[in-house]
């Protein structure tokens, strides 16, 4: 289920620009570690800082936006219901308050969640005004907190490099500012710099323990390979989570974690206990997707991608969705979905956002893959370097029929992007498109023991490629 968005009450920013649902990370960021509490007054919700030395507020009166405000205070994901409870009531304070730096970032920060658990950039657009709004009503720690929403901003649009630059701007006036770090673990981690995202995720924990923590030392180790270590973070953290859009995204890693091993009965377990826990997690609907068409449960895939697709319409669903379609031989409902992939590509693009590794992705196996490696190396030349950009710039240099250049950037990826199958199956068809059998082998048989079901195309492939691979001789004894 969709929110609908709040009704458009007197607010500054212009009328063509009112939000539908989200908030977390970026509210998460935003909020700067300094909400301790929130107070009603006349009506509105103000936040209240934690000054050192002072005695902390009382607890806020229950209700959406105190709920939205503690939830936020402490890094944790907000409900949707929360979230459009804030932006309306944060609209109307700063329609009659145009002066408060601290609302306007608050209203900004909303307006980027609710664009990332919507999948509407169009609110990237006005999040910008608003916190650029706040930049010029309040200097000092009202800054702060703007900056790190534009960080978030930036991060939304695949935007690294300045991601980066916002949230090391805050670092350095600020290093203790515990909601600045998730914005850098984001932006080094698309910067493919490992280690930045190694000291960032460090320093998180030092000064924000908890479940929080919790889940950014799992997604690391998830992308290093350490399997085991990320179950352990994942499921203490989902042990210790309480809220329910906290509990939720919790087990979503944990379903992500099983479908990555190879376990899609597992997967889907997690994803059905996170969609009990909290019925809009889209996410959640996506990745059970994945699992049942792993489990050759393609009636049920098809309806949950449908599902989350009307809920969150992510262009990367899309694909998926077109890649099951065609796997079960219906090409026409997999036109379509590439089609709708390729306008929601357009206007996001449009939007501001550089959706250039999805892009590369489906051009590669779906359209022009002389364009992937056009735009795909731009994005390297971007500084993002990440082991996803790498794999698919190397799988987009053999499709266009350079093996031999694409080993580099396939090796790069299997060498740094921990046990992902499909990384494993590119080097491993790029090692056999340039004569290196022995190795082409390896990483097969690597991409089919690590998830023999990783994708409803490139599985079989794989398995077909193997068994090319280790046929005996045609004219064998």
């Known amino acids: ?80 219901a929360d979230l459009k409870a804030l932006i309306g009531d944060r609209q109307r304070w700063v329609g009659v308050h145009p002066s408060d730096a601290r609302s306007w970032a608050v209203l900004g920060a909303a307006y980027v969640e609710w664009g990332l658990r919507s999948a509407d950039a169009a609110y990237y657009g006005r999040a910008e005004r608003a916190l650029r709004r706040s930049l010029d009503a309040g200097p000092g720690e009202d800054g702060d907190t703007a900056r790190v929403g534009l960080a978030a901003l930036a991060n939304a649009r695949h935007d690294f490099g300045t991601a980066k630059k916002w949230g090391e701007a805050v670092r350095a006036r600020e290093p203790k500012q515990w909601a600045v770090y998730p914005a850098l673990i984001d932006a080094y981690r698309g910067l493919g710099d490992d280690t930045s995202v190694n000291r960032a995720v460090e320093r998180f924990a030092e ?16 992308d290093r390979g350490r399997h085991e270590d990320a179950l352990a973070s994942a499921q203490d953290a989902a042990d210790r989570a309480t809220a329910p859009a906290q509990k939720a995204e919790c087990l979503y890693l944990l379903g992500e974690l099983a479908r990555k091993r190879g376990e899609p009965e597992e997967a889907v377990a997690q994803y059905g206990a996170a969609l009990r826990t909290d019925r809009t997690h889209h996410p959640s609907l996506a990745g059970r997707a994945a699992a049942l068409a792993a489990l050759g449960r393609t009636d049920e895939a098809q309806r949950d991608y449908q599902a989350a697709l009307a809920g969150l319409p992510r262009p990367e669903y899309m694909l998926e969705l077109g890649e099951l379609y065609e796997s079960l031989g219906q090409g026409r409902s997999a036109r379509s979905q590439y089609a709708r992939l390729s306008e929601t590509l357009a206007r996001d693009a449009a939007r501001g956002v550089d959706d250039a590794l999805l892009r590369g992705r489906f051009e590669a196996d779906h359209g022009n893959p002389a364009e992937a490696v056009e735009v795909l190396r731009a994005e390297w030349a971007r500084s993002h370097r990440s082991a996803a950009v790498a794999d ?19 090796a790069r990826a299997v060498g740094t992007g921990g046990q992902n199958a499909s990384y494993s199956y590119h080097l491993g068809m790029i090692q056999r498109g340039s004569g290196r059998y022995g190795p082409a082998r390896r990483n097969l048989e690597e991409a089919l023991r690590t998830d023999p079901r990783f994708s409803p195309l490139a599985g079989p492939a794989a398995r077909k490629a193997l068994d090319d691979l280790t046929a005996p001789p045609a004219d064998a004894g």
């Open 1 to 80: 289920m969709v929110l609908a968005p709040p009704a458009p009450p007197p607010d500054p920013v212009p009328p063509a620009e009112l939000p539908p649902p989200s908030l977390r990370t970026t509210l998460r960021r935003a909020a700067l570690g300094v909400v301790a509490g929130a107070v009603l007054v006349t009506g509105a919700v103000v936040a209240v800082p934690d000054d050192e030395g002072k005695k902390a507020p009382p607890p806020p009166v229950p209700g959406s936006v105190s709920r939205a405000l503690a939830a936020t205070a402490t890094g944790s994901p907000v409900a949707l």
């Open 207 to 222: 000064l924000r323990s908890g479940v929080p923590a919790l889940m950014q030392k799992a997604r690391t180790y998830l």
């Open 392 to 410: 698919a710039l190397g799988w987009a240099l053999y499709r266009s029929g350079d093996p031999d250049a694409a080993l580099e950037y396939a």
